[in-house]
């Protein structure tokens, strides 16, 4: 496996976060939670573990009165977004190059299961 | 799936899908939010007091233009305080605005002209007021057009940049 495949954040709710932070600076909490189709908690839990890994920035602030927090992603939580996207695309790209290798990986994933 | 070391093609394939998608929904947000209907119907209306004020007599074309370009400054504010998804402005981004600025201004120049040839050949009363009142009507016009081509932009710029 390519090492700059990031198991932590291929989990699907922080590859899910880190996706929709990429295009952008800051970005609304409640944007993240009604896009992923989450919870507020669900969604904290992931953002505080991609906080802890330097991933993503929180900023904590109110306006007319409602709080609002907004999430971005930080300059280390980009590399290794952009990492990791490199790394699917050569997978992707040996199997092309190769359709014998896809087949060898999915009989061997038959043979983990 | 991850399993081990080994990953299919297809899942990586699928988690590829997945990542465009939702960066196309963060994209989609910052244009939705943008160009969103009250700072439209606010930015419409500023344009077309600053623009009409040049058929008032001063000092209220002062105050008008004051009025205009404080509606304008206030909205662009809100706009960015409440913005769900915010980004800095890249040099292509900014060009597609610089020309859809100069397209406007063109655009009003040339309705000016006609407004004006009208004032003298037929009397037409107030032309300048005309004039910003359909360089106004012309842009709520093409707004949707005009959010449709940014956000084309920002995708073009994503995949190629």
């Given at each position: ?65 409602v709080r609002r927090t907004h999430v971005r992603l930080t300059r280390q939580g980009r590399e290794a977004f952009q990492r990791h996207a490199a790394a699917l695309e ?24 | ?161």
């Open positions: 496996m390519d090492p700059s495949f990031d198991e932590f954040l291929h989990v699907p709710a922080r590859l899910s976060i880190v996706a929709l932070l990429a295009p952008a600076g800051w970005v609304e909490f409640g944007f993240l939670r009604d896009t992923i189709e989450t919870s507020d908690s669900a969604l904290s839990k992931q953002v505080s573990a991609l906080a802890n890994a330097g991933y993503v920035a929180v900023r904590k602030g109110r306006d007319n009165g050569q997978i992707v790209a040996v199997a092309r190059v190769s359709p014998d290798r896809a087949d060898l990986i999915d009989r061997a994933e038959q043979g983990q299961a | 799936m991850i399993r081990g070391t080994l990953m299919n093609p297809h899942d990586a394939q699928a988690s590829l899908d997945g990542i465009h998608r939702l960066q196309d929904r963060t994209r989609a947000e910052y244009v939705r939010h943008g160009f969103a209907r009250p700072y439209l119907v606010i930015s419409a209306l500023a344009m077309f007091i600053v623009l009409a004020s040049f058929d008032l007599p001063s000092p209220w074309n002062t105050a008008a233009i004051g009025l205009g370009g404080g509606l304008a400054v206030g909205s662009l504010l809100v706009q960015q305080r409440r913005a769900p998804v915010s980004r800095r402005p890249t040099g292509l981004e900014l060009l597609v605005c610089a020309a859809m600025s100069v397209g406007l201004l063109l655009l009003y120049v040339a309705f000016s002209i006609v407004a004006a040839i009208a004032h003298q050949k037929l009397g037409l009363p107030a032309h300048h007021t005309v004039a910003a009142a359909a360089i106004t009507l012309t842009t709520v016009a093409a707004w949707g057009r005009v959010s449709r081509v940014f956000e084309a932009t920002l995708r073009r710029e994503s995949r190629h940049g």
